[in-house]
């Protein structure tokens, strides 16, 4: 990362990198007043959002069979694309494998305990809207393309 960035908006350098609730990166200007959502920003209020490095996965693309990567746009939303995917901004439209998967399903953590093996629960939501509690020590092996750990399943109507 370049050191003693300077603000585009008033030249004073850009101030430490912070992180989001939903993880992503930015580095606001350092004239900025503390962050508070409740109350208008103070100072110079230019923000540089920071790219969100993509997690590579232990998948390959069904499309092309390159690796998949793990992406987060602006507002939280998981989705596994293909590493070879991109966007030309110049042409304005998507280049090399444009495979996408979003992840829609979201974890919510239990006060339960599974009657399996004594670990929480945890509720989970898929992309359809389908609730279930399942064990939080259950998982899934990319690699194996099996599940690993506890089995218990509890779907809610
Ligand atoms: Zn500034
Ligand atoms: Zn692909
Ligand atoms: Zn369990």
Known sequence: MEENEKCPKCGSP????EETRTGRKLQRCSTAGP???RSKPTGCTYVKWLPVEPEQLDEKCPKCGNPLVMATTRFG????KCSTGG??????KATGCDF???IG???EKLDE????????????TT???KRMKKCSTAGWDAAARKATGCTYIEWLK
């Open 14 to 17: 850009l101030g430490l990198v």
């Open 35 to 37: 962050y508070d959502p």
């Open 77 to 80: 939303k998981k989705m596994k």
């Open 87 to 92: 966007w030309d901004k110049e042409a304005r």
């Open 100 to 102: 996408v998967e979003w």
């Open 105 to 107: 399903g979201t974890t």
């Open 113 to 124: 305990k599974c009657p399996e093996c004594g670990n929480l629960l945890v509720l989970y």
């Open 127 to 129: 992309a359809n809207g």
